[in-house]
């Protein structure tokens, strides 16, 4: 287990790799990807057990991970990069032509550590569904975890799967919610409220539990609850309270930045503001 | 001639039904997804031969597809089973993402397809699957003429790793394939050979195609008769070597004309040796409530549309 404060330098480099990487091609998403810095680093770094080399798609006896909002790939290819999937010099490579760091996460180009494209929203959470069949099949008693964005979940496909994985008491998957009240349209409640989310969750036969999102000691520590909670006879979500942009302060509290990338000068404050720590790619 | 005695008439669903049951006792890794129309789809004895390795999605064909890709991360090897309307159109982007572009070893089982699922009507009639599905990089699709050959098409889409969608109906039709087939996906069965015509058919329409060969075999026509079961990928070396030999072509499909076999039959000739072509085909039309046979016959898919079908090609060709 990495500690608070090796955990927060990992974090503080995933927020310079995700600004340098939207610059550098000039698109990209880098609110999303900022807003779970810290969730996607506690849980490469400390929650799941995996072996990223050699990569194995099948994960069998692994924790398995699904990202369902795909647009926050930035985040998602950093973490990798750090977690041992496969050099971070690639990340120079993100949204370019011939790269395996496709705009949205991608198999095709065979970039260790993804299982499944996504982008299309509303697809990942039948996925995962799907996987912890397969691992219950295989009498593999290791979880699977995915994410959703908030304002994806307008997608009736994954209320499909939240209705068929309660019924079917599939244990083994912990789902978290990015809760950060944004879309691209404006803010969440504005354009399709959720009016009590949680106790939506819980109707289904979920285990609803709540966590800080921007706060690596939080959310180590509801990672590790939600595990203890899982295999339980319910599906375990985490409603994670996150801000956009979290650790740029123009980019904070505005969904604004859910999809444009920082010009230079944008860019050299949002680096100052987060100092190199473990190396730039 | 062809043989057209009927000796039996099945389902091609219950052909698809048989083969997944074999594949439950041969192949452990095969697992099975339905969407509520589990007897529709003959899926019943897997069902309660393999209960742990059966998904009851319920009426949710997009989360199935979506389990079904999940499944396959896993090493799994998922059949889906629904009708063919909500097989492809309905769940599309989920196929395209989480399946086709994701390159997972999906098995997209429809039945149901085109005009003889007779009086349910048009909303469940897709005529489109065959196109939808093979503009999809990645995917294979197969489209059996009768009982045997659907049931050796499952079979040997286990053993091809990688997406498939197998099409298949509901009515009883004849059976008139060999019972212990090996299906080989991509190679087209010549029934008979001939010099005059090449007639391209697949699906039910094989059977017409027979019938009609038959036919224009007493007028005194010489008819290769090939049934394209795959239409992506192609059997492209079999049709330009037949339509070389005859100078002629025919296609025939329960499907629309816009994206079936005889538009992927028309784009191969076109790049390679020009033919004439006529397609019998459903020309850009929804179906209706009826019995299949009327409904062949109103949409212009009956044999008799096939023998106009030749004739107008083979005076094409001479004229």
């Given at each position: 287990?990495?500690?608070?404060?090796?955990?927060?330098?990992?974090?503080?480099?995933?927020?310079?790799?995700?600004?340098?990487?939207?610059?550098?091609?000039?698109?990209g998403?880098?609110?999303?990807?900022?807003?779970?810095?810290?969730?996607?680093?506690?849980?490469?770094?400390?929650?799941?057990?995996y072996?990223?080399?050699?990569?194995?798609?099948?994960?069998?006896n692994?924790?398995?991970?699904?990202?369902?909002?795909?647009?926050?790939?930035?985040?998602?290819?950093?973490?990798?990069?750090?977690?041992?999937?496969?050099?971070?010099?690639?990340?120079?490579?993100?949204?370019?032509?011939?790269?395996?760091?496709q705009?949205?996460?991608?198999?095709?180009?065979?970039?260790?550590?993804?299982?499944?494209?996504?982008?299309?929203?509303?697809?990942?959470?039948?996925?995962?569904?799907?996987?912890?069949?397969?691992?219950?099949?295989?009498k593999?008693a290791?979880?699977?975890?995915?994410?959703?964005?908030?304002?994806?979940?307008?997608?009736?496909?994954?209320?499909?799967?939240?209705?068929?994985?309660?019924h079917?008491?599939?244990?083994?998957?912990?789902?978290?919610?990015?809760?950060?009240?944004?879309?691209?349209?404006?803010?969440t409640?504005d354009?399709m409220?959720?009016?009590?989310?949680?106790s939506?969750?819980?109707?289904?036969?979920?285990?609803?539990?709540?966590?800080?999102?921007?706060?690596?000691?939080?959310?180590?520590?509801?990672?590790?609850?939600?595990?203890?909670?899982?295999?339980?006879?319910?599906?375990?979500?985490?409603i994670?309270?996150?801000?956009?942009?979290?650790?740029?302060?123009?980019?904070?509290?505005?969904?604004?930045?859910?999809?444009?990338?920082?010009?230079?000068?944008?860019?050299?404050?949002?680096?100052?503001?987060?100092?190199s720590?473990?190396?730039?790619? | 001639m062809?043989?057209?005695?009927?000796?039996?008439?099945?389902?091609?669903?219950?052909?698809?039904?048989?083969?997944?049951?074999?594949l439950?006792?041969?192949?452990?890794?095969?697992?099975?997804?339905?969407?509520?129309?589990?007897g529709?789809?003959?899926?019943?004895?897997?069902?309660?031969?393999?209960?742990?390795?059966?998904?009851?999605?319920?009426?949710?064909?997009?989360?199935?597809?979506g389990?079904?890709?999940?499944?396959?991360?896993?090493?799994?090897?998922?059949?889906?089973?629904?009708?063919?309307?909500?097989?492809?159109?309905?769940?599309?982007d989920?196929?395209?993402?989480?399946?086709?572009?994701?390159?997972?070893?999906?098995?997209?089982?429809?039945?149901?397809?085109?005009?003889?699922?007779?009086e349910?009507?048009?909303?469940?009639?897709?005529?489109?699957?065959?196109?939808?599905?093979?503009?999809?990089?990645?995917?294979?699709?197969?489209?059996?003429?009768?009982?045997?050959?659907t049931?050796?098409?499952?079979?040997?889409?286990?053993?091809?790793?990688?997406?498939?969608y197998?099409?298949?109906?509901?009515?009883?039709?004849?059976?008139?394939?060999?019972?212990?087939?090996?299906?080989?996906?991509?190679?087209?069965?010549?029934i008979?050979?001939?010099?005059?015509?090449?007639?391209?058919?697949?699906?039910?329409?094989?059977?017409?195609?027979?019938?009609?060969?038959?036919?224009?075999?007493q007028?005194?026509?010489?008819?290769?008769?090939?049934?394209?079961?795959?239409?992506?990928?192609?059997?492209?070396?079999?049709?330009?070597?037949?339509?070389?030999?005859?100078?002629?072509?025919?296609?025939?499909?329960?499907h629309?004309?816009?994206?079936?076999?005889?538009?992927?039959?028309?784009?191969?000739?076109?790049?390679?040796?020009?033919?004439?072509?006529?397609m019998?085909a459903?020309?850009?039309?929804?179906?209706?409530s009826?019995k299949?046979?009327?409904?062949?016959?109103?949409?212009?898919?009956?044999?008799?549309?096939?023998?106009?079908?030749?004739?107008?090609?083979i005076?094409r060709?001479?004229?």
């Open positions: 287990m990495k500690t608070v404060a090796e955990l927060n330098d990992i974090v503080k480099q995933v927020r310079r790799d995700i600004v340098r990487m939207v610059h550098a091609v000039q698109s998403h880098p609110g999303g990807s900022l807003g779970c810095a810290e969730y996607f680093t506690v849980l490469y770094q400390n929650t799941m057990s072996s990223a080399v050699p990569f194995n798609m099948e994960g069998k692994e924790d398995v991970f699904v990202l369902s909002n795909g647009h926050i790939s930035p985040v998602f290819y950093s973490t990798l990069a750090h977690a041992g999937y496969f050099d971070k010099s690639e990340l120079a490579t993100f949204r370019k032509l011939e790269s395996r760091l705009g949205h996460p991608a198999t095709e180009e065979g970039l260790p550590g993804i299982r499944i494209a996504s982008g299309s929203l509303g697809q990942g959470l039948s996925v995962a569904v799907g996987i912890a069949q397969s691992k219950k099949l295989n593999d290791q979880n699977v975890y995915v994410l959703m964005g908030d304002g994806e979940l307008q997608e009736g496909q994954n209320w499909e799967a939240i209705m068929y994985a309660g079917n008491k599939v244990d083994n998957i912990i789902a978290t919610v990015d809760f950060n009240k944004a879309q691209i349209d404006g803010s409640t354009i409220g959720f009016h009590e989310l949680n939506k969750f819980e109707s289904f036969g979920w285990d609803v539990m709540e966590m800080d999102g921007n706060d690596v000691a939080s959310v180590t520590a509801g990672l590790e609850e939600a595990k203890q909670r899982s295999g339980n006879g319910k599906p375990v979500v985490i994670m309270k996150t801000e956009m942009g979290n650790g740029v302060d123009f980019m904070m509290g505005s969904h604004k930045w859910h999809g444009i990338p920082p010009n230079d000068e944008q860019l050299a404050s949002a680096l100052d503001q987060n100092i720590t473990i190396g730039d790619y | 062809v043989n057209t005695e009927v000796l039996e008439k099945k389902d091609t669903r219950s052909g698809f039904g048989a083969g997944l049951l074999e439950g006792r041969t192949n452990p890794e095969v697992v099975a997804l339905c969407a509520d129309l589990t529709s789809l003959k899926m019943n004895a897997f069902e309660d031969e393999f209960p742990d390795r059966f998904f009851q999605a319920g009426i949710a064909e997009a989360n199935m597809i389990m079904a890709a999940g499944l396959a991360t896993g090493g799994k090897i998922p059949f889906t089973g629904t009708f063919a309307n909500f097989s492809t159109g309905r769940v599309y989920q196929i395209r993402q989480s399946v086709a572009y994701s390159e997972k070893n999906v098995k997209i089982c429809a039945s149901h397809a085109g005009l003889t699922l007779g349910d009507g048009a909303t469940h009639q897709i005529l489109e699957d065959i196109g939808l599905m093979k503009m999809l990089p990645n995917m294979v699709v197969i489209n059996p003429c009768d009982y045997n050959q049931k050796a098409a499952t079979i040997a889409i286990a053993e091809h790793h990688g997406p498939c197998l099409r298949f109906g509901r009515p009883k039709w004849p059976v008139f394939t060999d019972p212990n087939q090996k299906f080989e996906i991509g190679k087209a069965w010549t008979q050979e001939g010099t005059d015509v090449t007639i391209f058919a697949t699906g039910h329409l094989v059977w017409k195609a027979m019938e009609a060969a038959n036919e224009l075999e007028q005194g026509l010489s008819v290769e008769l090939i049934n394209i079961h795959t239409i992506k990928p192609l059997d492209d070396a079999a049709i330009l070597k037949s339509a070389s030999k005859t100078g002629c072509v025919v296609t025939a499909e329960e629309q004309m816009n994206g079936g076999l005889g538009d992927s039959v028309c784009q191969l000739l076109a790049r390679n040796t020009p033919t004439p072509v006529e019998v459903v020309d850009d039309q929804f179906g209706e009826g299949p046979e009327q409904l062949l016959d109103k949409y212009g898919l009956g044999t008799v549309d096939i023998v106009n079908a030749v004739q107008k090609v005076a060709k001479n004229g």
